[in-house]
C-alpha cells in the first residue's frame, strides 16, 4: 500500500510504484502488484545428475553440481540465441564467496581460516560461476531441469585458457603450468557483463583473500600491491600448495582477470582476457564506440582504487559473432584521471608511454596487464571511494559509477569526485563521454565530463551530507553503499545496495532503489525490492522487455552463523540454513 505520506505532495518521478516497507525483517518484500519468487537456491541442482542439497553432509562432489554459494552477478541471454525473447534463455550466475560459518554447525567466522581438507574443497566447488536454462510458463519462471546448456564453472575443476598480453608469460607459469596459459578455476566471481556478441564477462575481484605464505622474492612488491600479505581469510593455503605463495609465488598472477565464457556452447573453454588488465575487478560493463568497436568499463573495488575502459582494436562484426572470438585479447586498457573542475581524461596505459618503462620493472606489455595498479598509479590516475558497477546507460550512452563507500578518506582529502570525507554511504558518478561525430556520446572518446547523481546516506540527518531530489525522501526512500546498477528499457537507473556489516547500524535494508536520471524526478530514489536480514542485493538484471527483474540475494543471515543464524529465508526450516538464491 501506499505509505501515507505519498499522497501528500504529487510524486514527480515517473515510477510509481508502491513502496514497501523500508526495514529489516527476516523475508524479502517488493512493491505491490509485483511477484518476488525464489527461482533457485544455493544446493539446487544445475546439472543433471546432481544430488538433492543435503545440508546435514556437504561435499565437493555434490557441490560440483549444485548452485554455487553466495550469488552475486546475472546476466540474462535469450534462448534462442540472437532473439530478443524475455520469457526463455539462460541465466549466468556467479558465485562470489563462501561463508563457512553459515555452511557448517560449530564455527564462527574467525573459524574459516581452520577449515578442514573436505571442508575447503566443499568451498572451492562452490566458488565460481552456473549456467542454467530458465522458461516463463503462465506468468511463473521456472529452471529447465536436464537442460543441456546447464553448466557450473568452479574454482576446483574447470579449465580454462588465458589469452592477451600476459598469457604465456613465465611470470603466470607454475608447477602445474609450464605453458603459463592454462589455469584452473575462477576466483571471487563478483559482478560481469555481457558482450555485444553474445558471451559473458565475469570478474575476479577480491583474490587476494585465498592466498597464504609470506611473499617474498621478485613477486613481493606486486603481490603486496594487491593486498596479499600473509593474511588469508580462507584455509586452503593449508590444504594446497597452489595457494601459497611461499610454494608457488606466480599463482596469485593467475587471478584478478576478466574472464569471457561463451553459455551458448557448454563445451566452450572460458578464456582469461589479460589485455583488460589485473586489478579487483568488480565487473564489465560493455558499449559500442562510436566506430563500431567495444568498450569494457571496469572499476577496481577497494579504497582509492581507479576506474578502467578498455577498448578494442577491431570493431564488432554483428553478422558474424564467431569473428568476435578473439577481439578482447588487442586494444587499449585506460585508467580514468578526473579534474575537479567536471573534466577528466582516458589515459593509456601503454608500455613506453610517461613512466612505464623497464627501469620501473615494465619490461614487455605483459608486466603492465599483470600489475596494472601500479601502471595507473604511475600515470596519476584519480583514487576514487571504492568503484563497484559501472555501467553504461544504453538509451542515452552515459556512464555510472557505483561508488559503495569509503570511510577512510579523510576530510581535507574530499575533492571533486570524492566530496566527501570519510564517506561512509557511497555515490553515484555520472560520467558523459566526449561526443563523437554524430553529436551522441562516444565511448571510443579520450575525454568525459562528470557530475554526481547523488550523495547517498539519509538526508534528514545532517551529518550525513546527503544529496538527492529534494523530494527524497517524502516520495522515495534512501539508500546506502550503491553497489551494483541495470537499467530497465525506458534507461532508468536501478540500484543495489550493500551495506554490509553497517546494514544494522543504519536501520534499513540493502535492496533495490531506482531513480529517474532525466527530469523533474531526477535522482528521486524510490524502493523497490527489500533483502532479508544480513543480505545485500546483487545481480539486478531485466530481461529485454523490462517485465523481469532478476536479482541475487547474497549473503543472508551474514552476521550470524549456521547455528543460530538471524534468518533462515528462504526456506525457513529447522535445520536448513540460510542460502543465497536468486529472485525473479
Ligand atoms: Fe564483490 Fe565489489 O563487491
Ligand atoms: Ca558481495
Ligand atoms: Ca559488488
Ligand atoms: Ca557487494
Known amino acids: 500500500p501506499l505509505r501515507a505520506d505519498e499522497t501528500r505532495t504529487a510524486n514527480p518521478s ?9 526495514v529489516i525483517a527476516d523475508g524479502h518484500a517488493v512493491a505491490a502488484g509485483y511477484d518476488a519468487r525464489v527461482l533457485i537456491r544455493w544446493g539446487d541442482p544445475v546439472t543433471a545428475d546432481a544430488p538433492a542439497f543435503d545440508p546435514g553432509h556437504l561435499t565437493a562432489e555434490a557441490q560440483e ?17 540472437g532473439s530478443a525473447s ?108 555481457k558482450t555485444p556478441w553474445g558471451t559473458v564477462l565475469i570478474a575476479e575481484e577480491n583474490i587476494h583473500q ?57 563445451a566452450s573453454l572460458p578464456v582469461k582476457r589479460t589485455a583488460l588488465g589485473r586489478f579487483k575487478h568488480e565487473g564489465a560493463g560493455t558499449a559500442l564506440t562510436g566506430d563500431g568497436r567495444c568498450a569494457v568499463y571496469s572499476g577496481d573495488d577497494q579504497r582509492f582504487e581507479y576506474l578502467y575502459k578498455f577498448v578494442t582494436d577491431a570493431r564488432v562484426i554483428h553478422s558474424d559473432p564467431a569473428a568476435n572470438r578473439n577481439i578482447l585479447d588487442h586494444g587499449t586498457l585506460y585508467v580514468a584521471r578526473f579534474e575537479d573542475d567536471g573534466t577528466g581524461h582516458w ?26 595498479r601500479r601502471a595507473a598509479d604511475l600515470m596519476r590516475a584519480t583514487p576514487l571511494d571504492r568503484p563497484e558497477d559501472v555501467e553504461p546507460n544504453p538509451v542515452t550512452g552515459k556512464v555510472y559509477v557505483m561508488l559503495t563507500n569509503n570511510t577512510k578518506r579523510k576530510a581535507d582529502d574530499a575533492h571533486g569526485p570524492n566530496p566527501r570525507g570519510p564517506n561512509p554511504y557511497g555515490h553515484v558518478l555520472e560520467i558523459t563521454p566526449a561526443p563523437g561525430p554524430d553529436g551522441k556520446p562516444d565511448h571510443g572518446a579520450e575525454t568525459f565530463t562528470w557530475d554526481i547523481l547523488l550523495r547517498a546516506g539519509n538526508p534528514t540527518v545532517a551529518e550525513h551530507d546527503a544529496d538527492y ?27 543495489s545496495t550493500d551495506q554490509g556489516s553497517k546494514q544494522h547500524k543504519n536501520g534499513i535494508p540493502d535492496g533495490m532503489y531506482a531513480c529517474d536520471l532525466v527530469g523533474p524526478g531526477r535522482a528521486l530514489t524510490r524502493f523497490f525490492f527489500a533483502c532479508p536480514r544480513g543480505a545485500e542485493m546483487c545481480g539486478p538484471e531485466f530481461t529485454p522487455d523490462g517485465e523481469t527483474l532478476f536479482v541475487a540475494v547474497q549473503h543472508p543471515a551474514e552476521g550470524s552463523t549456521f547455528d543460530a543464524p538471524s534468518t533462515r529465508w528462504p526456506d525457513f526450516t529447522d535445520g536448513v540454513p540460510p542460502r543465497a538464491s536468486v529472485v525473479a
Not at 14 to 22: C, E, G, S, V
Not at 230 to 252: C, I, L, M, T
Open 469 to 495: 531530489h529534494p523530494a527524497t525522501p517524502d516520495q522515495g526512500a534512501w539508500l546506502a553503499a550503491p553497489d551494483n546498477c541495470a537499467f530497465d528499457p525506458r534507461g532508468r537507473l536501478w540500484i
Open 14 to 22: 515517473t515510477l510509481t510504484f508502491a513502496q514497501p516497507p523500508h
Open 86 to 193: 524475455s520469457d526463455h534463455g539462460l541465466l549466468c550466475v556467479n558465485h562470489e564467496y563462501a561463508n563457512a560459518e553459515l555452511m557448517w554447525p560449530g564455527l564462527t567466522r574467525q573459524d574459516q581460516k581452520i577449515l578442514s581438507g573436505d571442508q575447503a574443497q566443499v568451498e572451492m566447488a562452490g566458488h565460481g560461476h552456473s549456467v542454467i536454462e530458465v522458461k516463463k510458463t503462465a506468468g511463473e519462471w521456472r529452471v529447465v531441469a536436464d537442460s543441456l546448456y546447464a553448466r557450473r564453472l568452479t574454482l576446483r575443476s574447470t579449465v580454462m585458457a588465458m589469452s592477451g598480453p600476459a598469457a604465456r608469460h613465465p611470470r603466470l607459469r607454475t608447477k602445474a603450468d609450464a605453458t603459463g596459459a592454462r589455469v584452473t578455476g575462477t576466483l571471487n566471481n563478483c559482478a560481469g557483463g
Open 210 to 266: 585465498y592466498f597464504s605464505g609470506a611473499p617474498e622474492g621478485t613477486e613481493a612488491g606486486n603481490h603486496a600491491r594487491m593486498g596479499i600479505k600473509g593474511k588469508p581469510r580462507y584455509s586452503w593455503g593449508r590444504h594446497d600448495a597452489r595457494f601459497d605463495v611461499e610454494q608457488e609465488p606466480n599463482e596469485p598472477n593467475r587471478f584478478g582477470w576478466l574472464v569471457e565464457i561463451d553459455p551458448y556452447d557448454p
Open 65 to 81: 553440481k549444485q548452485f554455487g554459494t553466495n550469488n552475486d552477478f546475472i546476466a540474462f541471454l535469450p534462448l534462442p540465441a
Open 347 to 372: 589515459v593509456a596505459l601503454r608500455l613506453g608511454d610517461g613512466p612505464l618503462t623497464a627501469a620501473n620493472g615494465f619490461k614487455t606489455q605483459a608486466d603492465v596487464m599483470i600489475e596494472t
